[in-house]
């Protein structure tokens, strides 16, 4: 009988008993909240939202943890060239993207629409990793061991920020700070770029924000001064939220998606739709399971050998957190209203299966967690 280390080579069936069974019971209990606030929001009908959502969410299960069972070795040889590739893809949407509510963030190819921004997100996380993997330790805080991620996290930010999608370019900055930061960097290094980010983003707000995003601004600080126009969908969050009271409705009982007072109220505004029909309490217990799942991800971080995996799945976590952050905080008014989706409830394919893709890199990392592949082993290697 084949006796294993932890390093040694291990077929599929050994590979499934290592798999985190509580995370993937995590991942697919929020999916299956969401599934059924979708089916709220059609007021009990099943189309078109909430069968598509449960179509994606199986097949973005299966998908978890297809990527789960290959090893750290085949994602760092397919990092920088997954980087690329999704830079190509946001020029190509500059070139030859499709409009739809007045952005031009999606692109074409054959019978499937994608949103180039959202595979960054998980080819950022990669291509940063397999960098600070193969970095000596004394060059992480060194300014030519800056420079490349620098780049790598600017040129995407900028090319989004063309779409215009500034709420995805503020996340994609903040994943990459964030993995920066937790490679090892210097804090006189990250007090400088805070100094640089502050003048970045003041500087874009007198020269290049664009009317409408100033408005969201504005809006976001005081919603009450334009309540039939800038400020409806804040308000109307805000009423519903508020209606929903300590327990809520009940389930298929509220009025704000029924009666078609709230838009997007199956995309960025679902979680509004969860606290007017389930309330405070329903709300907190959303917020707990995604606070489990979290928590997950840290530990795992914890028990991988491997710079490149922990960075990974510190990445992936802090991008899920960011989705979770940003939404709520929008959808009670404590945030802008920015077009940020609540992660594995809101509505939307290419979101859906990023998000499960990236969480089948961190259940990976717990499969792989002993794993140590070499450094440098070559752009494809």
């Known amino acids: 009988m084949p006796v294993f280390t932890p390093s040694a080579p291990r077929g599929v069936r050994a590979k499934l008993f290592e798999i985190n069974w509580t995370f993937v019971l995590l991942v697919a209990l929020i999916g299956v909240i969401g599934v059924a606030m979708l089916y709220s929001v059609e007021r009990g009908s099943w189309d078109p939202y909430a069968v598509r959502h449960l179509i994606r969410l199986v097949a973005g299960l299966g998908v978890m943890v297809v990527v789960a069972m290959f090893p750290p070795r085949f994602w ?83 090319l989004i920020i063309m779409q215009p999608d500034l709420g995805t370019s503020l996340l994609l900055a903040a994943t990459g700070a964030a993995i920066v930061f937790m490679a090892g960097l210097s804090w006189w290094v990250i007090l400088g770029a805070a100094v640089f980010a502050i003048a970045g983003a003041l500087t874009y707000l007198n020269f290049f924000i664009e009317p409408y995003q100033l408005e969201r601004i504005t809006t976001f600080l005081n919603p009450s001064e334009d309540p039939m126009g800038a400020g409806y969908q804040i308000l109307q969050s805000q009423i519903a939220l508020g209606s929903g009271g300590a327990t809520g409705k009940g389930y298929l009982q509220g009025t704000q998606a029924s009666l078609d007072f709230l838009p ?102 717990h499969v792989h967690r002993m794993a140590e592949p070499p450094k440098a082993a070559g752009l494809f290697g």
């Open 264 to 365: 997007e109220k199956q995309t960025d505004f679902i979680f509004t739709i969860l606290g007017e029909e389930f309330g405070f309490f329903g709300g907190l217990v959303v917020l707990g399971l995604y606070a489990l799942l979290l928590a997950n991800c840290v530990l795992i971080a914890a028990s991988c050998r491997s710079t490149f995996l922990r960075l990974t799945v510190m990445g992936v976590a802090t991008t899920f957190a960011l989705y979770v952050f940003i939404n709520v905080g929008m959808v009670m008014g404590l945030l802008p209203v920015v077009g940020v989706p609540l992660p594995l409830i809101s509505y939307g394919g290419t979101v859906m299966l990023t998000v499960l893709f990236g969480l089948g890199l961190i259940l990976g990392a």
């Open 76 to 158: 760092m040889g397919v990092a920088y060239p997954a980087y690329l590739g999704a830079l190509v893809l946001l020029v190509g949407v500059e070139v030859a993207g499709v409009t739809a509510g007045g952005a031009q963030r999606w692109i074409d190819i054959g019978p499937i629409r994608m949103q180039p921004s959202e595979l960054m997100k998980i080819a950022l996380v990669l291509a940063l990793a397999r960098y600070y993997h193969d970095l000596p330790e004394d060059k992480v805080s060194s300014l030519g061991g800056l420079i490349l991620p620098a780049g790598m996290i600017a040129a995407p930010m900028g």
